[in-house]
């Protein structure tokens, strides 16, 4: 997979560039990257920032966990740049560091049992089994439950074209424990609930997650950004 997003869309996008393109990116982020690998215009480069559906909260209902642990999520597909690994780590040592938060943390993946073996044999080579659930595929509106009956988002991805599982969470206020780069930043501009630690520095996520564990800091939600279908179309006919 990652073989294809590096060589072969690449050429495919190229391939369609001329002086009469309009290129459409969801972040800053997408759209200073895209400027320089392509060598492209900026002011043919739009940031339209994707539709957020409205959450209403009233008719969520919190997902059945069990109330003596600390639940969190961390919605993502089985690949390395995922950085589950990363989730793994600072659980390993929280186990030395913080044992009375070890013991009740559960982190939920939206990974089937058997989806991701090479996960698995690390959790089960750490000890940590019990800290960790593989819930499987989850449909939106039981992510959403799970969003409402959680301690908080765990997000260490480092690549991303934007993030949604961000803007859900910010949603309902939780706490949210994020990688230190760009997308993240802009995605959660404004938001006072977003804790950012570099990836690798699994010290670090250790520390936060432990932080949300005996504080349970709530925040003010984010309210979704206006549409964006207006100016797309206007682009369309141009």
């Not at 013991?103 to 959790?123: D, N, S, V």
């Not at 439950?145 to 260490?156: Q, T």
């Amino acid at each position: 997979m990652m073989w294809l997003y590096k060589h072969i869309y690449p050429f495919f996008v190229s391939s369609t560039l001329n002086d009469k393109t309009d290129v459409v990116v969801q972040i800053p982020f997408i759209k200073r990257g895209f400027c320089k690998k392509y060598k492209f215009a900026e002011d043919r480069v739009h940031v339209l920032f994707p539709d957020v559906e409205k959450i209403e909260m009233d008719k969520i209902i919190a997902a059945n966990l069990s109330a003596d642990c600390l639940h969190f999520i961390y919605p993502a597909t089985p690949f390395p740049y995922k950085e589950h690994k990363t989730l793994v780590e600072a659980v390993r040592i929280l186990r030395q560091s913080n044992p009375s938060v070890f013991a009740k943390i559960r982190i939920h993946f939206t990974i089937p049992i058997g989806g991701y073996p090479l996960l698995e044999q690390l959790i089960v080579a750490y000890g940590v089994s019990e800290q960790f659930v593989f819930d499987g595929i989850m449909s939106h509106e039981n992510l959403l439950s799970f969003y409402k009956a959680s301690r908080g988002l765990l997000f260490p991805s480092t690549i991303e074209t934007f993030g949604l599982p961000l803007l859900e969470a910010a949603a309902f206020g939780l706490p949210i424990i994020a990688s230190d780069l760009d997308y993240v930043h802009e995605v959660l501009n404004g938001y006072e609930g977003v804790m950012f630690a570099k990836t690798k520095n699994c010290q670090k996520w250790a520390d936060l997650i432990a932080r949300v564990c005996e504080e349970a800091p709530t925040f003010e939600p984010l309210t979704p950004k206006g549409s964006s279908w207006g100016k797309f179309f206007e682009l369309i006919n141009r």
